[in-house]
């Protein structure tokens, strides 16, 4: 170990998963690029998630799934070091983040929290308009002044002093196109038709098509999707089939007693 990197502070990698053989490695090489410790949070792979993982030295930790923040959070409370670095198994860490990351001065920093602009990809496609560029997420964090919020769903690090990087990581979001639609039109919009059912919300029949164009209308106009070619449409279409969908299915859960009967709403997550 080099004199620069005995001085740097020390960082814990933290990753969630489940079935993640095909990114795991890919994942867990980017981060012990800037980390001296990995943490791979596991609910219940049946692939070869957790030995890939264990090969390249990190600590599994096996939890069943509660959700995006308190599954994000079991890591960082393992952690031996104070300052820890989260990614989705489908994230890497470009050049310019490894050298951002690198560079901070995390020992005397009044920062609790660092952000990296995020790339999201379908397949090797960069798109970046539709509001999915520069799309800030806070990666890097000090567990004992912050963590994430306890959101079952989409939840974000609360830092209270941020700060945004001149550097980005990539995303693969999204296989291909295919992934895109069947994503956006199956579990993703059972999952939050559900959430808004439990929590009691109301809809009417006009609610799916409001949302859906709404959701259009933001992503292809508003965010300058028509800039982006065919993958601009595509994730436009595809947020307006999210939004239908989900307001569709949450009716339909509200109208129908036998479709609701059949769904196991203890199966959220």
């Known amino acids: 170990m080099t004199p620069q990197a005995t001085s740097r502070t020390p960082i814990t990698g933290v990753v969630i998963t489940l079935n993640e053989a095909a990114n795991i490695e890919a994942c867990l090489a980017s981060l012990s690029r800037v980390c001296d410790e ?24 096996e939890q069943p799934y509660l959700g ?25 860490l470009t050049e310019e983040a490894v050298a951002a990351l690198q560079a901070l001065p995390l020992a005397t920093t009044d920062h609790d929290g660092f952000a990296l602009r995020r790339r999201n990809f379908i397949g090797s496609r960069w798109v970046k308009r539709c509001g999915w560029y520069p799309d800030y997420c806070i990666r890097l964090f000090d567990r004992e002044r912050t963590g994430f919020s306890d959101s079952r769903q989409h939840s974000s690090v609360q830092a209270s002093a941020p700060c945004e990087l001149d550097a ?38 006009c609610s799916p098509f409001i949302h859906g164009a709404n959701a259009f209308m933001r992503k292809y106009l508003f965010q ?3 800039l982006a070619g065919l ?3 595509s994730v436009s279409l595809s947020a307006a089939i999210n939004a239908y969908l989900k307001y569709a299915k949450l009716l339909e859960f509200q109208r129908d007693p036998q479709v609701r009967e059949r769904e196991d709403f203890n199966r959220v997550w």
């Not at 995006?68 to 890497?92: C, F, I, M, Y």
């Open 38 to 61: 990995l943490i791979v949070v596991d609910s219940g792979s049946t692939d070869e998630t957790c030995a890939l993982a264990r090969a390249t030295g990190a600590r599994v930790i």
């Open 68 to 92: 995006d923040g308190p599954q994000k959070n079991v890591g960082p409370k393992a952690a031996t070091h104070r300052w820890v670095l989260s990614l989705d198994a489908d994230e890497r």
């Open 168 to 205: 980005d990581l990539e995303h693969y979001s999204f296989a291909n196109l295919a992934e895109l639609f069947t994503k956006a039109g199956g579990r993703f919009s059972t999952r939050a038709a559900k959430i808004m059912y439990l929590k009691g919300k109301k809809v009417n029949a």
């Open 224 to 226: 300058r999707g028509f």
């Open 231 to 233: 993958d601009g449409l």
